[in-house]
Antibody
Framework: EVHLVESGGGLVQPGGSLRLSCTAS????????MSWVRQAPGKGLEWVTN????????YYVDSVRGRFTTSRDNAKNSLYLQMNGLRAEDTAIYYC??????WGQGTLVTVSS | QAGLTQPPSASKDLGQTATLTCTGN????????AAWLLQHQGHPPRLLSY???NRPSGISERLSASRSGNTASLTIIGLLPEDEADYFC???????????FGGGTKLTVL
């Protein structure tokens, strides 16, 4: 059975940082492009970033480019999202996913003073 | 980044058939197909259909997905109360190099 488990969310002040983690099991993680997708309260889904299988190619939505960095450790079946310079508009549930296959349960990030 | 277009709401009677649509362009839905997701309030998205219109294991045969040109469709027959949810479509956009999503359709089962 496939599982994607996110962690690391929480409350942070504007301008602060958080690092999200996602641990995968039940599928060949190292073969998959992986994404972070977020959902602001009461809103739809927004793709944030994705990373190719060997971690050499990463892509970002314009609103987070330069502030967020995605990485992975295939030996640990893990995906990460380093978020710096957080803004109120980054408040959302962050999902680890391959949007065409597997989705995690999400972790809530709240940016507020 | 531009997204996919979905009607914001739809309503059908119990036992009826609902067809939800998702419109993109030749860079996304038209060439890559669209996946469909279901989300109940307070829960994470759940994949209903792959971009190739096949269903993941465990997804009801009452659901079927199709595509015509730049528009993808999800048809649900014999509507049940538990079909009441938000439905999202997604597609890989080859021009943007990004996943794009529809704004979601809230399906109400009367």
């Amino acid at each position: 059975e496939v599982h994607l488990v996110e962690s690391g969310g929480g409350l942070v002040q504007p301008g602060g940082s958080l690092r999200l983690s996602c641990t995968a099991s039940g599928f060949a993680f190292s073969n998959y492009w992986m994404s972070w997708v977020r959902q602001a309260p009461g809103k739809g889904l927004e793709w944030v970033t994705n990373l190719n299988p060997d971690g050499s190619g990463e892509y970002y939505v314009d609103s987070v480019r330069g502030r967020f960095t995605t990485s992975r450790d295939n030996a640990k079946n893990s995906l990460y999202l380093q978020m710096n310079g957080l803004r109120a508009e980054d408040t959302a549930i962050y999902y680890c996913a391959d949007p065409d296959s597997y989705w995690g349960q999400g972790t809530l990030v709240t940016v507020s003073s | 980044q531009a997204g996919l277009t979905q009607p914001p709401s739809a309503s059908k009677d119990l036992g009826q058939t609902a067809t939800l649509t998702c419109t993109g362009n030749s860079d996304n839905v038209g060439s890559q197909g669209a996946a469909w997701l279901l989300q109940h309030q307070g829960h994470p998205p759940r994949l209903l259909s792959y971009r190739n219109n096949n269903r993941p294991s465990g997804i009801s045969e009452r659901l079927s997905a199709s595509r015509s040109g730049n528009t993808a469709s999800l048809t649900i027959i014999g509507l049940l109360p538990e079909d009441e949810a938000d439905y999202f479509c997604s597609a890989w956009d080859t021009s943007l190099g990004a996943w794009v999503f529809g704004g979601g359709t809230k399906l109400t089962v009367l």
